[in-house]
């Protein structure tokens, strides 16, 4: 499984590919292709862990803003899976990271887990790295060039 990890003090998000439709011919109505994700929230004594739907192209626009923000040490990166089950946001500014969002796993019902907690860009090293492997592999926004 591909996945990535987004760690901090007290906090850890893990988001991994469970499935790919489509791959490597059919691409996706939101870029790359349409994927079901795992997903395992653990922020202080509350957790989750569960799927959603969403695609490597949403995942790819969250890299593409992450990555500048480690280079510039400043923005923000969100990534929010098209049907709104993970809004996820991770704030620079000046080194210091502020990881923030939610998670709801059955939209109809009303159970959501919100997190916030703090980390730094010297976590941000191996998370970037672990996307681009998804990338390599997926490509990116159009899929893998035929």
């Known amino acids: 499984m591909e996945e990535f990890v987004i760690k ?3 906090g850890i998000i893990t988001v991994g590919i469970l499935e790919t439709f489509g791959f ?7 870029g790359g292709y ?19 739907y969403s695609s490597t192209g949403e995942l790819f626009k969250f890299y593409e803003k992450l990555k500048m923000c ?7 990166a969100e990534f929010d899976s098209y049907e709104k089950n993970l809004e996820l946001k991770v704030k620079y500014d000046s080194g210091k990271i502020l990881i923030c969002g939610n998670y709801q796993e059955n939209l109809a019902i009303d159970n959501k887990l919100e997190f916030e907690f703090n980390s730094d860009q010297s976590y941000f090293k191996s998370s970037i790295q672990q ?5 390599y592999k997926y ?8």
């Open 139 to 146: 490509g990116g926004m159009k899929g893998v060039k035929k």
């Open 34 to 52: 349409e994927c079901i994700f795992g997903i395992d929230i653990k922020v202080g004594s509350y957790s989750a862990n569960s799927s959603f």
């Open 24 to 30: 490597p011919d059919e691409t996706c109505f939101k």
């Open 131 to 135: 996307l681009e492997q998804i990338f």
């Open 8 to 10: 901090g003090d007290k």
């Open 70 to 76: 480690q280079l510039e040490l400043n923005g923000d």
